[in-house]
């Protein structure tokens, strides 16, 4: 389905959780968040309605995001229903991968076909002081996991933070020699607990090629711009909502996980879901693409949402 812009709508981003098994700094309050009544968040029985209601707007991928959407109970089954949808044909997850060495060959049986892992340091301190408490031999454990349960095209997504991960450019670099993983550059967004940080934190990706020129562009994918170093197995994808805004090529539509429907990330205007069944579920999902603003105004100002990263899933 269009939008009233041109764009073919055709992908669902859906927020089973709000809740994570991290608080990184970026993304949610030092006190972490409230926790919903669990009559305020979408069953499973919802979850796979409004995908099966998007899917008949013309959605052909979903994906599962959060919070860390492998805390949330039911989790599996939500993908089994899901993946049964048969106008839905590719059905992707991305989680912090420290549930996945339990969760990977389940979820690849549930019909989930593709991973993406958050990461954003290589260095166990940074990591644990970033995430307020995790380890990085968790996330570690969990890409292998995933590699051992089957999924192949790991993407492993980064926020590129100054100050913080800019001086580890190279180590992910180097990952990408040797595996197949695609090591994805993603800007930071000035939202939420990161909206009045220090600019000098809001690093451009055409950072990545300015410190190293060797990389050599191929294929773009989605919003991607990827690249490879000379002889890599794996590859690097940068994402700039910021220095390059991709608006005009934007193709996704976000429900949260208290069911609300979002034509952007940044947008203030959400649509109640919940409690809406059959013709009347399809048409408001309808009436929501054909809403989905223009572009976002990041360049002007912080994000327009009330909501933090968490709260409408990354």
């Keep these: 389905?269009?939008?009233?812009?041109?764009?073919?709508?055709?992908?669902?981003?859906?927020?089973?959780?709000?809740?994570?098994?991290?608080?990184?700094?970026?993304?949610?309050?030092?006190?972490?968040?409230?926790?919903?009544?669990?009559?305020?968040?979408?069953?499973?029985?919802?979850?796979?309605?409004?995908?099966?209601?998007?899917?008949?707007?013309?959605?052909?991928?979903?994906?599962?995001?959060?919070?860390?959407?492998?805390?949330?109970?039911?989790?599996?089954?939500?993908?089994?229903?899901?993946?049964?949808?048969?106008?839905?044909?590719?059905?992707?997850?991305?989680?912090?991968?420290?549930?996945?060495?339990?969760?990977?060959?389940?979820?690849?049986?549930?019909?989930?076909?593709?991973?993406?892992?958050?990461?954003?340091?290589?260095?166990?301190?940074?990591?644990?002081?970033?995430?307020?408490?995790?380890?990085?031999?968790?996330?570690?454990?969990?890409?292998?996991?995933?590699?051992?349960?089957?999924?192949?095209?790991?993407?492993l997504n980064t926020v590129l933070i100054g100050g913080f991960n800019d001086d580890e450019l190279g180590d992910f670099l180097a990952l990408t020699m040797e595996h197949p993983w695609e090591l994805r550059f993603i800007e930071l967004m000035p939202m939420g607990p990161c909206a009045h940080w220090d600019r000098g934190c809001f690093l451009p990706c055409r950072t990545v090629l300015e410190r190293f020129p060797a990389l050599e562009p191929i294929e773009a994918r989605g919003v991607a711009l990827r690249y490879r170093l000379p002889a890599a197995k794996g590859t690097v994808g940068l994402i700039s909502p910021l220095s390059h805004t991709f608006c005009s090529q934007c193709r996704r539509i976000r429900v949260t996980s208290d069911g609300k429907l979002k034509g952007c990330l940044h947008s203030q205007e959400e649509i109640p879901l919940r409690g809406l069944h059959g013709q009347a579920l399809e048409e408001t999902i309808r009436r929501g693409i054909l809403s989905k603003p223009q572009e976002h105004h990041l360049t002007e100002r912080s994000s327009d949402t009330p909501r933090n990263m968490n709260q409408i899933g990354g």
């Design 1 to 155: 389905m269009k939008d009233q812009y041109g764009r073919t709508v055709d992908y669902l981003r859906l927020s089973v959780t709000d809740l994570c098994s991290y608080r990184c700094q970026y993304c949610m309050p030092a006190e972490g968040v409230r926790k919903l009544r669990h009559e305020d968040i979408l069953s499973v029985e919802e979850c796979v309605e409004i995908a099966h209601a998007a899917s008949r707007c013309g959605v052909t991928k979903v994906r599962i995001t959060g919070g860390e959407p492998l805390v949330r109970r039911g989790i599996l089954d939500i993908c089994r229903g899901i993946a049964a949808i048969p106008e839905v044909r590719e059905l992707c997850l991305t989680t912090n991968g420290a549930l996945l060495p339990e969760l990977a060959a389940s979820l690849r049986e549930a019909g989930v076909q593709r991973l993406n892992i958050s990461l954003d340091t290589l260095r166990p301190e940074r990591f644990r002081a970033m995430t307020r408490g995790g380890e990085l031999n968790q996330a570690m454990d969990g890409i292998a996991a995933a590699e051992r349960a089957g999924f192949s095209d790991l993407k």
